[in-house]
């Protein structure tokens, strides 16, 4: 690695993993501190936050765990007051966090769609009007949103909430990037395609009758490369997003997803 981001610090939401397996805030934590970064990792459950934190301490890496429901605007609030308190600053804000619940119209229950909302949305929402104060402080900083290719097609796999809820990051991104353009902050989103990762395993299982294998068959079958991405791929975008590589992207909506979109 070559130090790209050496020095700085970044929060990682959803930094833990559903599951056993590298996720895609789990690869981004990972790949952050592996390029010089110094990582606050943000998860509901601590223990997945913690399992990244010693995955990232055996190779020398400088971070910390953090429990917070980043859906809450005070666990946000005292998240960004924690990150401060340690390492006084923050360069990079990785909102990582969602979840999914299956369903259409029909099917999705207001409490589903308030969640999915407050959960994918909001957080982000709320993460960054405490975080960009800091970073307009510092002269600048760097925001990568996790989007998904749902905000822009419809998969077989129908889920309402979660498209609308991806939708809504792809604009809230661009309309923060252009805020705060003339402040040296950028935002940008990033929308991962199909992604072999535990939350995809814990999210669609159930709509495959719990056959993991032909899951994941037939997902690989949905991509013109025959295979699905992993969190590694939307990790490294990532970086360069968040590095100087990128100082002149921002408001821009990412796609990684093997070409899938250029096909469907």
């Not at 666990?75 to 299956?102: F, T």
């Not at 760097?142 to 998969?155: C, M, Y």
């Amino acid at each position: 690695m070559s130090g790209r981001i050496a020095g700085r610090v970044a929060i990682v939401t959803g930094a833990g993993s559903v599951g056993p397996g590298i996720g895609n805030g789990r690869a981004a934590a990972i790949v952050f501190s592996r390029e010089g970064g110094r990582v606050m990792l943000v998860d509901l459950a601590l223990d997945a936050a913690r399992a990244t934190e010693s995955m990232i301490r055996q190779e020398g890496g400088d971070c910390f765990s953090f429990q917070a429901d980043v859906s809450d605007a005070g666990d946000c609030r005292r998240a960004v007051e924690e990150c401060l308190a340690r390492y006084g600053r923050i360069d990079i804000l990785h909102n990582n966090v969602g979840i999914e619940i299956p369903g259409g119209l029909a099917e999705t229950s207001e409490e589903s769609w308030d969640r999915t909302m407050a959960v994918n949305l909001k957080s982000m929402f709320l993460l960054c009007k405490e975080v960009v104060p800091h970073m307009e402080k510092q002269g600048g900083g760097a925001i990568v949103n996790i989007s998904s290719i749902n905000a822009i097609r419809t998969l077989p796999a129908l889920s309402l909430p979660y498209a609308v809820s991806k939708a809504g990051i792809i604009a809230f991104t661009r309309d923060v990037a252009v805020e705060y353009a003339a402040k040296g902050i950028r935002a940008n989103a990033v929308l991962p395609g199909m992604m072999a990762t535990p939350f995809v395993v814990g999210a669609l299982t159930g709509a495959y009758g719990g056959d993991v294998e032909a899951m994941m068959e037939r997902r690989d079958a949905l991509c013109p490369t025959g295979k699905q991405g992993e969190g590694w791929d939307v990790a490294h975008l990532s970086l360069f997003l968040a590095s100087d590589e990128a100082k002149y992207i921002t408001g821009a909506a990412v796609v990684v997803d093997g070409a899938q979109t250029a096909r469907i």
